[in-house]
T-cell receptor, first 114, second 114 residues
Framework: AQTVTQSQPEMSVQEAETVTLSCTYDTSESDYYLFWYKQPPSRQMILVIRQEAYKQQNATENRFSVNFQKAAKSFSLKISDSQLGDAAMYFCAHGGGSQGNLIFGKGTKLSVKP | DSGVTQTPKHLITATGQRVTLRCSPRSGDLSVYWYQQSLDQGLQFLIHYYNGEERAKGNILERFSAQQFPDLHSELNLSSLELGDSALYFC?????????????FGPGTRLTVL
């Protein structure tokens, strides 16, 4: 069975600093995707970044980047130049196989201090 | 705004009752996924429909059912409600069924069972 583990229930970062959120996963799929979703207090789920497993290059989206270690089944999210608006729950998710549904971790609550 | 709409936004009902949650996917999207977000279980996949047909089931209780109509909107029916069914229910839509098709989440329906 596919599982996603986020070992940090809460994290805190100073505004303008960098923070890394951890995620590990387990899968038997050879073709899969990994995602980071942001859920602000509004509860809307917003896709932050995604990584295709067969691509070795780490994905980046502006201030957001990932460190994808396929052999270690690790997929961490780095947020650079943290902003107050980055405060939210962050969910790591795995998707693979033919079903197309996502398996989510429990989430990490990120606080940004001014 | 993801383009996915869900109604109602909030729903308060009593144990033993039945409710229907509605989801309209983005224009052109054929897939609808339902997810449940609760404090104890986190974000869990319930069911996936593609172009009117059920494609995959996750942790969906027998008291729950869903369907996707010819106009592609979907409804999630929850019956014999229990206190533990209180949760945020999301639907997400995508163009197809594969993971490279990004899933766009609606704003969710907050269900409270008293």
């Amino acid at each position: 069975a596919q599982t996603v583990t986020q070992s940090q229930p809460e994290m805190s970062v100073q505004e303008a600093e960098t923070v890394t959120l951890s995620c590990t996963y387990d899968t038997s799929e050879s073709d899969y995707y990994l995602f980071w979703y942001k859920q602000p207090p509004s509860r809307q789920m917003i896709l932050v970044i995604r990584q295709e497993a067969y691509k070795q290059q780490n994905a980046t989206e502006n201030r957001f980047s990932v460190n994808f270690q396929k052999a270690a089944k690790s997929f961490s999210l780095k947020i650079s130049d943290s902003q107050l608006g980055d405060a939210a729950m962050y969910f790591c998710a795995h998707g693979g196989g033919s079903q197309g549904n996502l398996i989510f971790g429990k989430g990490t609550k990120l606080s940004v201090k001014p | 705004d993801s383009g996915v709409t869900q109604t109602p936004k909030h729903l308060i009902t009593a144990t033993g009752q039945r409710v229907t949650l509605r989801c309209s996917p983005r224009s052109g999207d054929l897939s609808v996924y339902w997810y449940q977000q609760s404090l104890d279980q986190g974000l869990q996949f319930l069911i996936h429909y593609y172009n009117g047909e059920e494609r995959a089931k996750g942790n969906i209780l027998e008291r729950f059912s869903a369907q996707q109509f010819p106009d592609l909107h979907s409804e999630l029916n929850l019956s014999s409600l229990e206190l533990g069914d209180s949760a945020l229910y999301f639907c997400a839509s995508s163009v197809g069924t594969r993971l490279y098709n990004e899933q766009f989440f609606g704003p969710g329906t907050r269900l409270t069972v008293l």
